[in-house]
């Protein structure tokens, strides 16, 4: 007999509604007329999203918690229902920097034609016209619908396919953008090549795991390998997802891909992906190694330490030598996974333990880089933005504000007191150490002060340095994308300086469960 | 109340940046309120402590005690001084930005919490970049970044010793960063001298010593002089203060098995940074570098560890505080006057600015612990405890002493003795305002020279503790 599984949709609804918006958003580019698609798309996609947060919050507010639903497909527990609220979040305010026409005389960031070859004149007829990509919001809404499965993936299918949905329209946004097309297309196809071949890797990797527990569940392969833990198929298991793993966080040196994804993406794109990707990766490897692999902890703790010790030094010495600002928080951004990955190498504990301390890095990261990247989309000259840092120098007199809140972010990404960046460097560190991983623990430290060095070497450029002739000027954005960068600025600070309450709701979510 | 301290200069530096008119003045304002408030707090002043971030055990706890107050004292009485020293060639950022620093420097003085005080101990740097970036000598963006860089890293490393306290007070039970109850802790050996390298390297950058002192001179010589008298008198004292504070106080066992490396480190600093100031003929870079001279006696005296030589240290503080202060800003206004820093370029202003002459010869003196003169008090009582602790030590120690009146002496003699340059103009001597400035300086340089006491029934209770559990564990 078949019995049909029970599913728990009021727990789930938030990913069905948003998954949901995403097939909405094809009916409106399908049916709704070319003058109204932009407005219609935008409105359903910011309707979505916050209806999708407050379902969210609902569910970690409510009593609903801790359930495992769908066969145990999606565990609906509370660090994976805190990192859904971040995506969203996230998300959020990035619908606002894709829908920014303001800055480049009332058309966006994205391709007016993506099929048109660049240099033709199909592409000029068809921004002449003045077309638009509106295809672009239900893309992100399948994508941020597959990160927030990702989220709480309770069983490897789920976990692939959740992958595969949030990273098929990653590279198709990669590639949209309006202005140096070649350069947005090449990030694109580097993208989705590697990342076809690491989704292969992964999809090996479980295969084998699956082989080894004989069940998807990621739960009942945690039983699994604390009874036999030394089986070779489960080991090289481990690896080989370890690597899909990896490479979707970019971590070395599984990395290559950051910085040219992160430069030839639309800005605002880069801004959500490097955020929105990040938490929901994070999320799904912490759940995936503390509760499937959470007994081989003595394997998999060396060979992640090693990995998260490469990334930090190398992300953070690469970085330096980067005279495009785009690149330079490419380089960031894998710096950060390696600080991301040392707080991997803590427990699990009630208190203020691993899980906490990354889901509040996140959070940190998450804000300052979404507004860092708001701010590289106004820094502008004839020719669309300026990533030269050369041409940033002297910003901070002729925009004073604009470039003091480009250094709230940039000083919490290198983790100074009184802001986020800090109490979240402060966490994964003391999580580290508290698994007694003090050689890791001191290389983070060691490229901490690499990274501050070229994060104060920005602040230097803007507010010490005479503007050059050809400096780089920030045009007025939309008020929404104005917005956006305000309450990054403000979560920034706020984090840094009473990080209390969301510390404490972490620690009340309490850890993964099976 | 201890809160107010440190509220009054913040809430003052977010309205001067802002304030369109007069906002030299509101600065000003704000700071004789600080100023206020501080010798308030002083009689009346209950301690603070609220719960912060309770999953990290952090409280935002503030007391005052004896040490703190010499402290607290010493950076109200410099701002507002520095700050008419500045009027003239700094504008409203700097002013802003000297307020924001003095309410972290208060809040390092007076935090009872390990965490607060890294807090504040790693937000002054960010004021002292901007005022070092912003205002000084054609490489002062270059200077601003070194020290910052020198500044951070020593920051990140203290991060280190600090997670480690949370490590070892959560698996003691319920963390907390109070410093009394991390005073409690029993750490194992190991680990305490971890934390201690840990918190003596940040200090010793801090401080400085040698061998990370090299950010010192060229800060002081980019800097302007204002900014170098917050540097040097209030920022670097954080340093010596959290080796007493933080090394002795936390980690006693730890701090008495570093001591003899200490020591080597505190005798090079002393005979180095005076034999490098001899040498210097641009004046910034000698003042900076005879206080690399000064911080090597302050951290012999701090680890030498008896009751002279730790009551001595704090008193050095101090008169350090006050004697390079007015050091830096006479400098200033010499250089004001001659329009360069080099020494060489200058010659028998003696006899053109008399003024100027004399209270550069008594703050020189009193740096060169002239008996009568504040510092020799310190410089006696720190002394006695280098010969308490090896004769060789003191006899090196003493060293210090000739080598700061050569270059004290020498350096005087290079620019107000001999002929006047009569070709180059005639030269000012100290206007009414700078005389102003000078005036208080001077008489705490004499009044502590003999009357002392008050001082030292300060710093006593605060040392009497320590110095019980050093000489327990020996």
Request: with cysteine; charged share 10%.
């Given at each position: 007999m078949f019995e049909s599984p029970g599913i728990s949709y009021a727990t789930i609804w938030p990913v069905l509604l948003?998954?949901?918006?995403?097939?909405?958003?094809?009916?409106?580019?399908?049916?709704?007329?070319?003058?109204?698609?932009?407005?219609?798309?935008?409105?359903?996609?910011?309707?979505?999203?916050?209806?999708?947060?407050?379902?969210?919050?609902a569910v970690g507010a409510g009593s609903g918690l801790g359930v495992s639903t769908g066969e145990g497909a999606l565990v609906i527990d509370g660090p994976g229902v805190f990192s859904q609220g971040l995506v969203l979040l996230v998300s959020l305010g990035s619908v606002a920097l894709f829908a920014e026409r303001r800055l480049d005389n009332g058309v966006s960031v994205f391709a007016g034609q993506a099929a048109a070859l660049p240099g033709t004149s199909a592409e000029r007829t068809a921004s002449q016209r003045g077309l638009e990509h509106t295809e672009v919001y239900p893309l992100m809404m399948f994508a941020v619908g597959g990160m927030m499965l990702f989220c709480v993936s309770g069983d490897l299918l789920?976990?692939?396919?959740?992958?595969?949905?949030?990273?098929l329209p990653l590279y198709l946004l990669t590639g949209l953008a309006r202005r140096r097309r070649l350069l947005s297309q090449e990030a694109a196809l580097k993208y989705f090549l590697l990342g076809a071949f690491s989704s292969g890797i992964f999809l090996y990797g479980l295969a084998l795991v699956y082989g080894f527990a004989g069940s998807m569940s990621l739960a009942e392969i945690g039983e699994a390998a604390a009874a036999d833990g030394s089986s070779p198929l489960l080991l090289l298991g481990i690896g080989l997802m370890a690597v899909g793993m990896l490479f979707k966080t970019g971590a070395v040196p599984f990395h290559s891909w950051t910085p040219d994804v992160y430069q030839g993406a639309p800005t605002p794109v880069t801004a959500w992906m490097s955020a929105a990707t990040k938490i929901a990766a994070f999320a799904a490897m912490l759940r995936l190694f503390y509760v499937a692999f959470g007994a081989e902890g003595d394997i998999w703790r060396p060979a992640i330490g090693v990995v998260a010790v490469l990334t930090m030094l190398l992300g953070a010495s690469f970085a330096i030598v980067q005279s495009d600002v785009k690149r330079m928080l490419g380089y960031s951004a894998v710096a950060h996974t390696g600080f991301l990955l040392t707080g991997l190498l803590g427990v699990q504990t009630d208190a203020?333990?691993?899980?906490?301390?990354?889901?509040?890095?996140?959070?940190?990261?998450?804000?300052?880089?979404?507004?860092?990247?708001?701010?590289?989309?106004?820094?502008?000259?004839?020719?669309?933005?300026?990533?030269?840092?050369?041409?940033?120098?002297?910003?901070?007199?002729?925009?004073?504000?604009?470039?003091?809140?480009?250094?709230?972010?940039?000083?919490?990404?290198?983790?100074?007191?009184?802001?986020?960046?800090?109490?979240?460097?402060?966490?994964?560190?003391?999580?580290?150490?508290?698994?007694?991983?003090?050689?890791?623990v001191a290389v983070a430290i060691g490229s901490s002060i690499i990274a501050i060095f070229f994060y104060v070497r920005v602040i230097m450029l803007m507010f010490f340095t005479d503007a050059r002739e050809d400096a780089a000027t920030v045009s007025t954005p939309s008020y929404a994308t104005s917005v956006v960068i305000a309450l990054s600025a403000v979560a920034t600070v706020l984090l840094g300086v009473i990080p209390g309450p969301v510390?404490?709701?972490?620690?009340?979510?309490?850890?993964f469960i099976g | 109340m201890l809160t107010l301290l440190v509220l009054i200069p913040f809430a003052g530096a977010l309205i001067t940046a802002v304030m369109p008119a007069r906002p030299k003045l509101w600065a000003f304002g704000f700071a004789i309120a600080t100023l206020i408030a501080g010798l308030v707090t002083m009689f009346t002043a209950p301690d603070t402590d609220l719960v912060w971030m309770e999953p990290l055990g952090?409280?935002?706890?503030?007391?005052?005690?004896?040490?703190?107050?010499?402290?607290?004292?010493?950076?109200?009485?410099?701002?507002?001084?520095?700050?008419?020293?500045?009027?003239?060639?700094?504008?409203?950022?700097?002013?802003?930005?000297?307020?924001?620093?003095?309410?972290f420097a208060l809040l390092t003085f007076l935090a009872a919490d390990l965490f607060v005080f890294y807090i504040a101990?790693?937000?002054?740097?960010?004021?002292?970049?901007?005022?070092?970036?912003?205002?000084?000598?054609?490489?002062?963006?270059?200077?601003?970044?070194?020290?910052?860089?020198?500044?951070?890293?020593?920051?990140?490393?203290?991060?280190?010793?600090?997670?480690?306290?949370?490590?070892?007070?959560?698996?003691?039970?319920?963390?907390?960063?109070?410093?009394?109850?991390?005073a409690q802790l029993d750490i194992g050996t190991t680990a305490e001298r971890w934390i201690f390298v840990a918190m003596f390297i940040a200090f010793a950058v801090k401080a400085p010593l040698f061998p990370v002192h090299t950010w010192l001179a060229d800060t002081t010589e980019q800097a302007t002089t204002p900014t170098s008298v917050l540097l040097v008198c209030v920022l670097d004292k954080i340093g010596t203060f959290g080796m007493i504070r933080l090394c002795l106080g936390l980690v006693p066992e730890a701090s008495a098995w570093a001591t003899p490396v200490v020591i080597v480190l505190a005798l090079i600093s002393i005979v180095y940074g005076a034999v490098l100031a001899i040498g210097q003929d641009d004046l910034l870079r000698l003042i900076g570098l005879t206080s690399l001279s000064h911080f090597?006696?302050?951290?012999?005296?701090?680890?030498?560890?008896?009751?002279?030589?730790?009551?001595?240290?704090i008193l050095y503080m101090v008169n350090h505080g006050v004697a390079t202060a007015a050091m830096f800003l006479i400098a200033g206004f010499?250089?004001?006057?001659?329009?360069?820093?080099?020494?060489?370029?200058?010659?028998?202003?003696?006899?053109?600015?008399?003024?100027?002459a004399g209270t550069f010869l008594i703050a020189g003196l009193a740096t060169a612990g002239l008996p009568g003169l504040s510092q020799f008090v310190s410089e006696i009582m720190v002394l006695i405890s280098a010969f308490d602790y090896h004769w060789l030590v003191g006899v090196i120690a003493v060293t210090a002493i000739v080598l700061a009146a050569i270059y004290v002496l020498w350096a005087y003699q290079r620019i107000f003795t001999g002929p006047a340059q009569l070709s180059r103009g005639p030269v000012r001597d100290l206007d009414r305002r700078e005389v102003g400035v000078l005036v208080p300086l001077l008489v705490a340089l004499f009044f502590f020279g003999f009357v002392p006491a008050p001082l030292i029934s300060a710093a006593s209770p605060v040392v009497e503790p320590l110095v019980n559990v050093i000489q327990a564990g020996e």
């Open positions: 948003v998954l949901g918006v995403a097939c909405a958003g094809v009916v409106v580019e399908a049916f709704a007329p070319r003058a109204a698609r932009f407005n219609a798309q935008v409105s359903l996609a910011l309707a979505g999203l916050v209806a999708a947060l407050a379902g969210t919050v789920m976990l692939f396919v959740a992958l595969e949905v949030l990273s203020f333990g691993s899980t906490q301390a990354v889901l509040f890095y996140l959070t940190a990261y998450g804000f300052a880089t979404l507004g860092a990247f708001a701010i590289v989309s106004l820094v502008r000259g004839p020719n669309g933005e300026v990533g030269s840092l050369d041409r940033w120098a002297g910003l901070g007199r002729t925009n004073p504000w604009v470039a003091a809140t480009f250094a709230v972010f940039l000083l919490s990404m290198a983790g100074l007191p009184l802001t986020a960046g800090f109490i979240g460097k402060w966490g994964v560190f003391a999580a580290a150490l508290g698994a007694g991983q003090w050689p890791v510390l404490s709701l972490l620690v009340d979510a309490g850890g | 952090v409280h935002w706890a503030l007391e005052m005690d004896g040490f703190g107050k010499l402290m607290v004292l010493l950076t109200v009485v410099l701002v507002p001084l520095v700050m008419v020293a500045a009027v003239k060639d700094h504008d409203k950022r700097w002013y802003a930005w000297a307020l924001a620093l003095e309410a101990f790693e937000a002054t740097l960010i004021p002292a970049y901007f005022m070092i970036g912003q205002h000084g000598g054609p490489n002062r963006a270059k200077a601003a970044l070194k020290f910052l860089m020198f500044q951070l890293g020593g920051g990140l490393v203290l991060l280190g010793a600090l997670i480690g306290f949370f490590v070892v007070s959560s698996e003691a039970g319920a963390p907390s960063y109070l410093i009394s109850d991390l090597g006696l302050i951290t012999l005296g701090i680890f030498a560890a008896t009751r002279e030589g730790l009551v001595g240290a010499l250089i004001t006057r001659k329009g360069t820093a080099s020494i060489s370029s200058m010659r028998g202003l003696e006899k053109a600015t008399p003024v100027l």
